[in-house]
């Protein structure tokens, strides 16, 4: 059981940076890869970012590559996503999820058995 707690959206203006958090409980949480998705207002929840289990691996959307960086740190149970070059389109609630290492990199949002809450970003133009 992983249980996962978001943190450190806000409102940021266009061209900015904002790094938003989660944090894991559970001792299976270094078995798990990780993920971001974001859904904004009247869209479905898409993929952003994610990260193997060691974080040797990460994948990207396209949308993101180059402005984000997903990275983690098994001791403290923490991800975290680095968002630059904010854009007003970037705007969305962010969930981090878990999956199990068989679907490592998947974009598929059934593949990922643990979910938080979600954290409020919102960039302005």
């Known amino acids: 059981q992983v249980q996962l707690v978001e943190s450190g959206g806000g409102l940021v203006q266009a061209g900015g940076s904002l790094i938003v958090s989660c944090a894991a409980s559970?001792?299976?949480?270094?078995?798990?890869?990780m993920g971001w998705f974001r859904q904004a207002p009247g869209k479905e929840r898409e993929f952003v970012a994610a990260i193997s289990w060691s974080g040797g691996e990460t994948y990207y959307a396209d949308s993101v590559k180059g402005r984000f960086t997903i990275s983690r740190d098994n001791a403290k149970k923490m991800v975290y996503l680095q968002m630059n070059s904010l854009k007003p389109e970037d705007t969305a609630v962010y969930y981090c999820a878990a999956s199990p290492p068989d679907y490592t990199g998947s974009p598929v949002q059934d593949e990922y058995t643990y979910w938080g809450q979600g954290t409020q970003v919102t960039v302005s133009s």
């Open positions: 559970g001792r299976t949480f270094v078995k798990y890869a």
